[in-house]
């Protein structure tokens, strides 16, 4: 890919720090090794991987263990980072970011500001100063740790019980203490899994001594001198605690391009080549609305699909020509020892108007769920054991007709031997691969 002509010494300037900006400098590097590259995070960390701050306040991994770049990154790629550094406003016309550490002058400006976490509206929340935490950011952890090491915690409530929630849970395994996790929907994890899937994860976390309140939710916080005391369920339920963390989930922060005609739906709206309504606003990763497989114009809060959009807004903020085909709803994480990947479609409403291949063995906790529809596969989970999922995300993404091989695929021994030839040529090479 070549640079375009007549544009050199761009400045670019990058707004978050995470893995939609660093993917971003990536991405400006492949083809613009002089441009000028600004980096702002109002964080003071190099750099951390989000999905791993469980492990963290678990006690698994230490603070330096987190980075997912190592700190000579910035050095090598020659950017000028500023930590600690809030970015206020830009000033589209004049094409300047006002941060904290002072104005800066831009050609292409890159948003990668992610998520903030939701916080819901219950009576006394805005009381109580002590003891109630949220869980997206290193310095939430932190926080958690310190009031453990300096109370004595005894219980703790979770509210929500998605990937965040259910990641923070695991956080607290293991540390003697009462834990409990308040769902609002019939089973946890209800974006990504189906009824059996949950149930597994579920039981796993019973065995654990983690409680699961399902179909509730608190209706009121109260606290003493600002201390967390006890929470009202919608049932009427009582529970005494020492620790709230509320994860319900995160929503795109879109807070600097408010009062600019940067457009915005849910999050930023951008096309495929991650360019906003103005040529040289890109934005990237969780705060990013766009179309992603089968056409859905949507925000996926998820690590890959902001590591893959960040890489190519720098390529094409640095004038490149790289599209973003989008991807499925898709999750891959590992629960309490449990490896877990869902994609696409994974609970149908109308389960007749498709065909439904399920394997499970509660024993070893391992589970295959197969979503086919006219000959396609549109959705699956895998759970336990993970290692041909690659193949089905595959199938998926290339649109390949499995009558011949349905009645293999969630077979024990189904691979890439199974799979037409022509098929297995093209996986072969890399490209059916692709997640
Ligand atoms: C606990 C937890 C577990 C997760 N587990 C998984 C998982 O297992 N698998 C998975 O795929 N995904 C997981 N995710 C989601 C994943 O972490 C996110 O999708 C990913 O981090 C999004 O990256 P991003 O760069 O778009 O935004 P973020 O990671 O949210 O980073 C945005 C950065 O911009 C900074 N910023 C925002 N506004 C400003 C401003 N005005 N000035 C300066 N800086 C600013 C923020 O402070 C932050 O540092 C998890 C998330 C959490 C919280």
């Known amino acids: 890919m070549k640079k375009e002509k007549g544009l050199k010494n ?47 306040l678990e006690g698994r991994l230490k603070e330096n263990q987190l980075n997912f770049k190592e700190i000579d990154f910035y050095k090598k790629n020659r950017i000028n980072l ?46 109580t100063e002590k003891g109630t935490f949220t869980f997206t950011k290193l310095n939430d952890a932190k926080k958690l740790k310190k009031y453990f090491e300096e109370k004595e915690i005894k ?27 308040i769902e609002l929907s019939d089973k946890i994890l209800p974006n990504t899994f189906d009824s059996l899937a949950s149930e597994i994860i579920e039981n796993k976390l019973k065995e654990n001594n983690c409680e699961i309140i399902k179909e509730n939710t608190i209706e009121k916080i109260i606290s003493k001198n600002g201390i ?59 705060v990013a609305e766009t179309y992603e497989f089968e056409g859905i114009k949507t925000v996926i809060p998820i690590w890959p699909r902001a590591s893959k959009q960040g890489k190519i807004a720098g390529i094409n903020m640095a004038g490149g020509d790289k599209k973003y085909e989008g991807m499925f709803i898709m999750n891959s994480v590992d629960f309490i020892g449990i490896s877990t990947i869902s994609f696409g479609i994974t609970n149908p409403k109308n389960e007749k108007d498709y065909e439904i291949l399920k394997k499970v063995d509660y024993e070893k906790r391992i589970y295959r769920k197969i979503v086919i529809k006219e000959n396609r596969i549109v959705g699956a989970i895998f759970l336990g054991d993970i290692e041909r999922a690659g193949i089905i995300c595959g199938l998926i993404r290339n649109k390949v007709d499995i009558h011949l091989i349905k009645k293999f695929l969630i077979d024990d021994k189904f691979g890439l031997l199974i799979l037409p030839e022509s098929y297995r040529k093209h996986i072969v090479k890399g490209e059916g691969i692709e997640v």
């Not at 300037?13 to 002089?34: H, L, P």
């Not at 998520?115 to 009381?127: A, M, S």
């Not at 219980?155 to 998605?162: A, H, R």
């Open 155 to 181: 219980k703790v409530v979770i509210l929500g019980g998605g990937l965040i929630g259910l990641k923070c849970a695991e956080g607290f395994l293991g540390k003697g203490i009462s834990l409990t996790v």
């Open 82 to 127: 500023f930590l600690k550094t809030k970015c206020e406003k830009i000033d589209l016309d004049r094409k300047i970011l006002y941060t904290t550490s002072g104005n800066f002058e831009f050609n292409y400006i890159f948003l990668g500001t992610g998520g903030k976490p939701i916080l819901p509206k219950i009576e006394g929340i805005e009381n």
């Open 228 to 286: 967390l005391k006890e929470i009202v369920l919608k049932d009427g339920k009582k529970i005494s605690l020492d620790v709230l963390v509320i994860a319900i989930g995160v929503f795109p922060n879109t807070d600097l391009i408010e009062g600019t005609k940067v457009e915005k739906n849910k999050g930023i709206i951008v096309d495929e080549y991650m360019r906003t309504n103005f040529p040289f606003v890109f934005a990237g990763g969780d």
């Open 10 to 56: 761009r400045k670019y300037v990058i707004v978050g720090n995470s893995i939609a900006g660093v993917s971003c400098i990536e991405g400006i590097r492949e083809i613009d090794s002089d441009g000028e590259i600004y980096v702002f995070s109002d964080e003071e960390y190099f750099n951390y991987s989000r999905p791993l701050i469980s492990y963290y």
